[in-house]
């Protein structure tokens, strides 16, 4: 069975290898760094798991298991896909109560990221992945498994991320912790 798969179902010996793909910003050093420390003061107060600060990312676009050859290609056509560059306002707090989430994010979405963030399926769309129905709400997952989400704190002083790429990036879950790879980045 692959390493990625949680199932305890078989896996078909003629089913095609896969992998799990999304696509996200990756923040520099400084600004994980930054952010690790919204983690811990976060943590402080609600409980839960923090992010180790090189995972911390905002997902663009989550792929799911992609088959070998089309992965590839996905791997040599982001190299040639441009972002908008652009700027986000990490400003508060929020929770995804039903998956014990504290996450760091934008009052508002900016317009580029959202540009970005369209154009990118626009891109992926007709090559079959599903749009999401759900409207675009960017953040960075900070905790997982909060006990406490009623006592979120104040943010602390808004942080500024500019951007210029986007990454391709791997996910293999191992027994809930985060492994992740970057496969890719657009061009820049
Ligand atoms: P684990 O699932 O093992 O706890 P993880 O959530 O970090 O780890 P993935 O499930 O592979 O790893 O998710 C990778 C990224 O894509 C994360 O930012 C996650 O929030 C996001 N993501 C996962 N599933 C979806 C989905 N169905 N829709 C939108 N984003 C998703
Ligand atoms: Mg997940």
Redesign the pocket.
């Known amino acids: 069975m692959p390493a990625f798969s949680?199932s305890a179902a078989p896996v078909a010996a003629a089913a095609p290898a896969g992998v799990?793909l999304?696509f996200?910003l990756w923040p520099g050093p400084a600004l994980a760094a930054t952010l690790a420390s919204w983690a811990a003061q976060a943590q402080a107060a609600c409980g839960g798991r923090a992010?180790r600060p090189d995972?911390l990312?905002?997902?663009l676009?989550?792929l799911?298991a992609v088959d070998a050859e089309r992965a590839a290609a996905l791997v040599a056509a982001t190299a040639r896909q441009r972002a908008r560059p652009g700027s986000i306002t990490l400003d508060r707090y929020g929770t995804f109560a039903r998956q014990g989430i504290v996450w760091a994010g934008p009052a508002e979405v900016p317009p580029a990221l959202q540009h970005t963030h369209d154009a990118l399926w626009d891109w992926l769309e007709p090559l079959g992945w599903p749009r999401?129905a759900q409207a675009f709400k960017p953040h960075v997952?900070l905790l997982?498994r909060a006990a406490r989400l009623d006592g979120t704190p104040a943010a602390p002083p808004p942080v500024q991320w500019q951007y210029r790429r986007y990454v391709l990036?791997q996910?293999?879950?191992?027994?809930?912790?985060?492994h992740?790879q970057v496969l890719a980045r657009s061009a820049g």
């Open positions: 949680r799990r999304f996200a992010m995972t990312h905002l997902t676009a989550f799911g999401p997952t997982r990036v996910s293999r879950p191992r027994e809930g912790v985060a992740y």
